[in-house]
């Protein structure tokens, strides 16, 4: 099946170190998304990807970083990770932009900061 | 700006009781409405959604009506299992116009929990 695919499903890191979370995609869409999810909140985004196309939402902080090498994968870098940073992070895709295009989401990797 | 407004949680009910989870939305244009569930240590799975008003979504027993008179777009199931304790969101995406293409506003979620 056709699908998107966080690994890990579990990170631990200790405060400060950098850490990177990966992404991959088989359904060829043109758009993949990160998410930052904290417990019992909505998904926050954190930026996208049209193509190679880079967008950063206002808010997020410089500390998160992506990378789009090729269609299929997305990475999500942590700089420098700050105890708050510790949450559930959700990439999505769709096939393009736009709000009939729903979203694919994977199973999310869950960070923890020690 | 666009926002979701969602009925707080959590909710419990037995098994095969009426399901309805509010969503109410605020949006200039004409947004796609939408619901995903997040079973627990998952991501978000799409459960429905709709792209017009008067627009009926539905999907393994659930539906919503996307009313752009109330500007709403209730969740339910008329009769729900225990498999259906998740949480779940409502959503919009304003769409073209606008804002952020890439952005799905999310509502806080909705926790449901049936009990056998």
């Known amino acids: 099946d056709a699908m998107v695919i966080q690994n890990p499903r579990y990170q631990v890191t200790q405060f400060g170190k950098p850490v990177t979370l990966s992404c991959s995609q088989t359904l060829n869409h043109n758009v993949m998304y990160w998410y930052q999810q904290k417990s019992s909140q909505a998904p926050k985004l954190l930026f996208h990807y049209y193509d190679k196309d880079f967008n950063n939402e206002a808010d997020t902080p410089d500390n998160f970083q992506s990378r789009r090498p090729n269609t299929s994968f997305c990475f999500l870098d942590i700089r420098s990770p700050g105890l708050g940073d510790a949450a559930m992070y959700l990439c999505?895709?769709?096939?393009?932009?736009?709000?009939?295009?729903?979203?694919?989401f994977g199973d999310g990797t869950r960070l923890s900061i020690l | 700006g666009n926002s979701v407004t969602q009925m707080e949680g959590p909710v419990t009910l037995s098994e095969e009781a009426f399901l309805t989870i509010n969503c109410t939305y605020t949006?200039?244009?004409?947004?796609?409405l939408f619901w995903y569930v997040q079973y627990p240590g998952e991501g978000l799975q799409l459960l429905l959604k709709a792209t017009k008003a008067d627009d009926k979504g539905s999907n393994k027993g659930f539906e919503a009506t996307y009313r752009k008179e109330t500007t709403s777009f209730h969740l339910e199931k008329g009769s729900v299992q225990v498999s259906d304790s998740a949480v779940y969101f409502c959503a919009l995406h304003s769409g073209d116009y606008g804002g952020s293409q890439g952005n799905l506003i999310f509502g806080k979620g909705t926790k449901l929990s049936v009990k056998p």
């Open positions: 999505a895709t769709s096939r393009v932009l736009g709000g009939m295009q729903p979203q694919h």
């Open positions: 949006a200039t244009g004409y947004p796609s």
